[in-house]
C-alpha cells in the first residue's frame, strides 16, 4: 500500500518534484526490496533520462529508443513498467507529456496555442493532446489553461 500512495504523489506531483519523487519511490526500501538490483537501477536510470534529456517530447519516441539508452531490450523494460509501475510504456511517456503541457500551460506570458503547446510537449496530434490530456486530469488544456491562469 505504501507504494501505491507513492506512486499516486509521483502522478500528480509538478515537473520540477516529478523526477525526486520517482527517484525516491525506486529508492523507497519497500520497493526495493521488490526489485531486482537490476531493475531497480533500469527505473533509476529511466527517471534521470526523463528529467535530464526529456526524451518525451519526442513526437517519434519508440520504445526500443529509450531501451536502447538504457542499454537494456524493449522486452525488459516493458516488464519493469508493467511490473513495477503498473503502466505501459506509451501511458508513461504520456504522462510526462502532460505534466510538461499543465507547465507550459500555466505560464502566464506563453504566447502559444493550445495546439502548439501539445506539440512541444510531444504529442503527434491535437486529438491526441486533447484526449490523453483530459484523460489523465479531467479537465481540457483549454479549461486547465483558463483555470490556472485565473
Do not use: W
Request: hydrophobic share 35%; charged share 25%; aromatic share 8%.
Amino acid at each position: 500500500m505504501a507504494a501505491d500512495c507513492k506512486l499516486e504523489m509521483i502522478r500528480t506531483a509538478n515537473e520540477e518534484d516529478i523526477s525526486f519523487l520517482a527517484i525516491q519511490f525506486v529508492e523507497h526500501q519497500e520497493v526495493r526490496r521488490y526489485l531486482k538490483e537490476e531493475d531497480h537501477q533500469i527505473l533509476l536510470q529511466l527517471e534521470k533520462l526523463m528529467a535530464k534529456k526529456q526524451l518525451f517530447l519526442d513526437t517519434q519516441l519508440q520504445q526500443i529508443d529509450v531501451a536502447n539508452a538504457l542499454n537494456t531490450s524493449k522486452r525488459k523494460l516493458g516488464e519493469i513498467l508493467k511490473n513495477e509501475l503498473s503502466t505501459t510504456f506509451p501511458s508513461y511517456i504520456n504522462a510526462h507529456r502532460v505534466k510538461y503541457a499543465q507547465i507550459k500551460l500555466q505560464e502566464t506570458n506563453n504566447p502559444y496555442t493550445l495546439e502548439e503547446i501539445g506539440k512541444q510537449s510531444g504529442f503527434s496530434s491535437k486529438t491526441s493532446f486533447y484526449t490523453i490530456f483530459k484523460d489523465l486530469t479531467t479537465q481540457t488544456p483549454g479549461q486547465y489553461r483558463k483555470k490556472h491562469l485565473q
